[in-house]
């Protein structure tokens, strides 16, 4: 183990053992999680921070071949996260399952009233430290980690169980504790719920707007990007953006020239290339369809009774001191005024209370 500190970094079975058996007695801890998807074609987890009473502790999953141990500590633990629905994901992808408490202090800052609830707003705010945040887009796949690097990650965790004993005094203190558990529990909930396999993965934002020809294009475009992304083992974006992808497709849709990057290699414009001979092959009823958006059923008066609702939405924001977003998002108070079929599912308990749609 390599000391960081007061703190160390876990790389063998057998310190993992080590830890777990020091940590044993504790109830409540503290996660992070850090992977290489701004420097890889596959995300990988490549580092676990960990904190429980007053100590945290760095683990390498890539030196580590099975975590099981320590998932199954976390599975009977209260388990703080700051943001917690990326690493929530990153923890259901490993090991298939989430903590059944997972606490996030973002969540918990918000209900507070806190505007900037970032890592670093709230170590600033409760603690008046300033985070370095030059190791944020770090390659954490690389071995050895550079002190900086380390110190970095293990701040994630370090002032997290602190800082959630002054966010749930806060949150009794103002009554909202049921609506932080109640939140909590909803964000778990949908991580757990999130089908991660789209069957068209290519429908990017923006593609709603192209028409049949256009959105064959598209796909083809976007699955010879990801194939130059796996063969260079990098992220799909540092091959092309989204943005570009649309641009190239409403520029050939129209006819003009297409100026790829300089950088691209030959072969990489051979392919792509290929690509578009590959999509003008294809018979104009194997084009994708485009695809229909929510439909409601609007009446005359369905933008006012809208923009009353949020009016009073902000109302009572302005009365709890919290973002009115917090309470509902448009989208949720347009599908319950359109009376979508989900609208009831998107709604907690304790917003229905504030708004009053309890009744």
């Given at each position: 183990?390599?000391?960081?500190?007061?703190?160390?970094?876990?790389?063998?079975?057998e310190?993992?053992?080590?830890l777990?058996?020091?940590a044993?007695?504790?109830?409540?801890?503290?996660?992070?999680?850090?992977?290489d998807s701004?420097?890889?074609?596959?995300?990988?987890?490549?580092?676990?921070q960990?904190?429980?009473?007053?100590e945290?502790?760095?683990?390498?999953p890539?030196?580590?071949?099975?975590?099981g141990a320590f998932?199954?500590?976390?599975?009977?633990?209260?388990?703080?996260?700051?943001?917690?629905d990326?690493?929530?994901?990153?923890?259901r992808?490993?090991?298939?399952?989430i903590p059944e408490k997972?606490y996030?202090t973002?969540i918990?800052?918000?209900l507070?009233g806190?505007?900037k609830?970032?890592l670093?707003?709230l170590?600033?705010?409760?603690?008046?430290?300033?985070?370095?945040?030059?190791?944020?887009?770090?390659?954490?796949?690389?071995?050895?980690?550079s002190?900086?690097?380390?110190?970095?990650?293990?701040?994630?965790v370090?002032?997290?169980?602190?800082?959630?004993?002054?966010i749930?005094t806060?949150?009794?203190d103002?009554?909202?504790?049921?609506?932080?558990i109640?939140?909590?529990?909803q964000?778990?909930?949908?991580?757990l719920?999130?089908?991660?396999s789209?069957?068209?993965?290519w429908?990017?934002?923006?593609?709603?707007?192209?028409?049949r020809?256009?959105?064959?294009?598209?796909?083809?475009?976007?699955?010879?990007?990801?194939?130059?992304a796996?063969?260079?083992?990098?992220p799909?974006?540092?091959?092309?953006?989204?943005?570009?992808?649309l641009?190239?497709?409403q520029?050939?849709?129209?006819?003009?020239?297409?100026?790829?990057?300089?950088?691209?290699?030959?072969?990489?414009?051979?392919r792509f290339?290929?690509?578009?001979?590959?999509?003008a092959?294809?018979?104009?009823?194997?084009?994708?369809?485009?695809q229909r958006?929510v439909?409601?059923?609007?009446?005359?008066?369905?933008?006012?009774?809208v923009?009353?609702?949020i009016k009073?939405r902000?109302k009572v924001?302005?009365?709890?001191?919290?973002?009115?977003?917090v309470?509902?998002?448009?989208?949720?108070i347009?599908?319950y005024?359109?009376?979508?079929?989900?609208?009831e599912?998107q709604?907690?308990?304790?917003?229905?209370?504030?708004l009053g749609?309890?009744?």
């Open positions: 183990m390599e000391a960081i500190g007061n703190d160390f970094m876990i790389e063998t079975p310190a993992l053992g080590e777990l058996s020091r044993k007695g504790a109830s409540v801890c503290a996660v992070d999680t850090e992977a701004l420097h890889r074609y596959r995300e990988s987890l490549c580092l676990i960990f904190a429980w009473g007053d945290s502790t760095l683990i390498d890539l030196a580590i071949d099975d975590l998932y199954d500590y976390l599975g009977s633990r209260i388990v703080w996260m700051h943001g917690a990326y690493d929530m994901t990153m923890l992808r490993e090991c298939g399952v997972v996030d973002q918990g800052a918000r507070l806190i505007r609830f970032g670093g707003n170590v600033e705010h409760y603690f008046d430290i300033k985070l370095s945040k030059s190791s944020q887009k770090a390659d954490w796949g690389k071995r050895p980690l002190p900086k690097m380390e110190e970095y990650a293990i701040n994630d370090r002032y997290l169980l602190p800082m959630a004993e002054m749930v806060g949150l009794k103002k009554g909202r504790y049921d609506w932080f109640e939140s909590c529990e964000a778990r909930a949908k991580v719920d999130r089908d991660e789209k069957d068209e993965p429908r990017i934002q923006g593609a709603g707007r192209l028409d020809p256009g959105l064959n294009l598209l796909k083809h475009l976007w699955y010879w990007r990801d194939r130059e796996e063969r260079w083992d990098r799909s974006f540092m091959v092309a953006s989204n943005k570009q992808l641009q190239w497709v520029e050939i849709s129209a006819g003009d020239r297409v100026e790829l990057p300089r950088h691209f290699r030959p072969d990489r414009r051979r290339q290929a690509a578009l001979k590959e999509a092959a294809t018979d104009a009823s194997e084009h994708p369809k485009r958006g439909r409601r059923r609007r009446d005359r008066d369905f933008d006012q009774r923009a009353e609702m009073h902000n924001g302005e009365e709890l001191d919290i973002d009115g977003s309470i509902a998002s448009r989208a949720m347009e599908a005024v359109a009376e979508d079929d989900d609208h599912e709604w907690m308990g304790w917003q229905k209370s504030c749609l309890d009744d």
